[in-house]
Each structure stands twice: as structure tokens, then as C-alpha cells.
């Protein structure tokens, strides 16, 4: 039985078109495709394309856009075995994370993917990257939100946008891939998850109800009290140093993190390095962070800490109770 796919366009590089401000979404995405694949969509799993009535840049996303994308893959889930979401690569790894929270328990896949350069372009790299999730959206073996960018195969909450230029633009650095398309596609099935039934959870997201906020050398503690103590926060991802270290010999930047948890702004701690854990008591300094109350983040990436705070404020109101889920590991998020 031959597999059905559903293609969402959400907007992005791979379908844009230039102009005079430079590139910028355009509608009539199918057409151009079917166009731009020719015969060869006769050796591609059979597919639909259904495109958002107002396309996204995704430098624009906001967390509703999450809710949307799970509206219309609900709507349309048991007619099709496998799902490609096309989505623009600035923030392809939030919304990768979002909907591995937001569709847990997959039965079938989800494939994310985009492009560096666009569809319209002589020398792009979107119809390969099309091809393939095609590809592998119609692979049972699959059953979770995966990202599919040059020939790797991500778990979705565990990608990051490493590379600018590159078509290698995404990797996961703390895991393996989930698997690899050269000559022939090779899948690491022991690492994939295993089939469940989906949440598809439709929250009605607050924007501001999580920031982000670095340490740097010097940080003012008056910038993190405005971070957190601003109208309608309630989480707070903090990306310290090393192995999870703030500063903890400036006091009053210390105070304003003890206030915030204190008036039960959810904290998340995670490492600005790109491969490792945080462990908060290796040194002094991150042990202050266990007296406080903030959640040691693991090795969450940045988006994947931002994406699950958010989902997880949206299902529980008090903040023990956000902190306790957010120390599970609810599908392949963190070791």
C-alpha cells in the first residue's frame, strides 16, 4: 500500500521568491514544486500540499504559530501516514521542539524541513531536502518530530541551527543523529522512540510568559530583575556558564534570582556551551542555584528549554509543579 503524505507549508526560504526588499514568502508553493520535481514526483510517495493562508518568516514566529501547525495536522492526522512541516530555518528548531512536547506519543512521522537557499533559485538545496523527508515521512519506523536538513535526520528537540552559510545548517550536538541519507538511508532504529498516541495539545500560549536571558562577565543584576520581574513571566531560561555556574559572588545579582523564585517565576538553568550538561554542585557556584529552587536543565538545548517551559506553564499552574515536569524527560529531550 503506497503511503500518503501531508506537506504543510508554513512559509520560509525554501518558497520565497526575490523582490525588491529581497527574498519574502510567497503563496503558490505547490504549483512550483510540482513544477520543479517533474517526473520525479512519480517515484515520491503520494502527497498533498496545504499552505497557511498568511505565510511566515520565521525571524516572525510567535508560540501561536505552534498551536496553528497542530490544529492542521490534527485536523488531517488519519488520512495521511506520515507528515512534512516546511518551515523557515531561523527558528525551524523552537517550533521542532514545540511540537515534540505538543504531539507526544506520536504514531507516525512528523519531518520538519526547509531550506538555505530557495526552491526558485538555480542552485538550491530545498528539493533534496523536500525529496528526502518526503521520503521519510512515509517511513514507519518513524514515530516522533524529527528535523531532516542535508541528509541528517534530527530528533526534533534536540536540533540546533549551528551553521548560517552552510547547508549543514542543523546538527544535534549532545546526541546522535537519528539517522543518515546518503546512497541509501540508514536509520539508527534503537535510538528512535517508540509509537504512542499524540497529545495534540492546542494551547493558548502567553508570548510573554518565558524569557531567555545569558550570562555574561559583569552582567548587572538590574537586567535579570528586569527580565523576570516584567508583566505576565513566569519562567525564566537561564543560560549560565560551563557546567551550569552563575555569579554568584555578586550578591545582589543572587538576590534577584532567590526573588524570583521566591514569587514563583519557574527557573531553568542551562549550559551556553554547545555540547554537555549542567550539573548545578560541581562547584560552588551552581550549588547556589540548588538552594534556590532552579531546575537544572541537563543538557537541554536553549530551544528545547524554551519550547517545553512554555507548554509546560500552559498545563500546570503552580511552580512546583512546572518544576517537577520539567525535570522528566518526556520524549528524548535530555539524557
Known amino acids: 500500500m503506497t503511503a ?38 512519480a517515484e515520491l510517495p503520494e502527497y498533498d500540499l496545504v499552505e497557511f493562508d498568511q505565510l511566515i518568516d520565521s525571524a516572525n514566529l510567535t508560540p501561536a504559530h505552534w498551536t496553528r501547525i497542530v490544529q492542521m495536522l490534527e485536523k488531517r ?14 527558528t525551524m528548531a523552537y517550533t521542532a521542539s514545540a511540537l515534540s512536547f505538543l504531539l ?22 530545498g528539493v533534496d531536502n523536500l525529496v528526502t523527508a518526503l521520503l521519510l515521512a512515509a517511513d514507519r519506523r518513524i514515530t516522533e518530530v524529527c528535523v531532516c536538513f542535508n541528509g541528517r ?30 546512497i541509501d538511508i540508514e536509520l539508527q532504529e534503537d535510538l528512535l522512540l517508540p509509537p504512542g498516541t499524540p497529545d495534540f495539545l492546542q494551547p493558548d500560549f502567553d ?30 531560561v537561564l543560560q549560565s556558564y560551563g557546567v551550569g555556574n552563575p555569579p554568584d559572588a555578586d550578591e545582589a545579582w543572587m538576590a534577584s534570582l ?17 555540547q554537555g550538561a549542567v550539573c548545578q554542585g560541581v ?3 551552581g ?15 536553549p530551544e528545547a528549554a524554551f519550547a517545553k517551559l512554555h507548554v509546560l506553564l500552559t498545563q500546570h499552574r503552580e511552580p512546583q509543579a512546572v518544576r517537577q515536569a520539567l525535570a522528566q524527560v518526556l520524549c528524548g529531550e535530555q539524557n
Open 77 to 90: 492526522w488519519h488520512e495521511y501516514d506520515g507528515f512534512v512541516v516546511l518551515h523557515g530555518t531561523d
Open 4 to 41: 500518503r503524505v501531508l506537506v504543510l507549508y508554513t512559509g520560509g526560504t525554501i518558497g520565497m521568491v526575490p523582490s525588491e526588499q529581497g527574498y519574502v514568502p510567497c503563496p503558490g508553493f505547490d504549483g512550483r514544486l510540482r513544477e520543479e520535481l517533474g517526473e520525479r514526483a
Open 283 to 285: 562547584y560552588a557556584t
Open 104 to 125: 507526544r506519543g506520536c504514531d507516525r512521522p512528523v519531518i520538519i524541513t526547509g531550506s538555505q537557499i530557495p526552491l526558485s533559485q538555480l542552485r538550491n538545496d
Open 287 to 301: 550549588a547556589a542555584l540548588n538552594r534556590l529552587g532552579v531546575v537544572a536543565g541537563a543538557d537541554l538545548t
Open 207 to 236: 508570548p510573554a510568559a518565558v524569557v531567555m536571558l545569558p550570562v555574561f562577565p559583569g552582567m548587572p543584576a538590574r537586567l535579570l530583575e528586569a527580565a523576570w520581574n516584567a508583566p505576565g513571566v513566569r519562567g525564566l
Open 258 to 274: 532567590e526573588r524570583a523564585c521566591n514569587q514563583g517565576v519557574t527557573v531553568i538553568n542551562i549550559s551556553q556551551c554547545q
Open 153 to 182: 535526520l534530527l530528533r526534533g528537540n534536540r536540533a540546533r541551527k549551528v551553521r548560517t552559510s552552510g547547508f549543514d545548517a542543523f546538527d544535534s550536538p549532545n546526541v546522535p543523529w537519528l539517522g543518515q541519507v546518503g
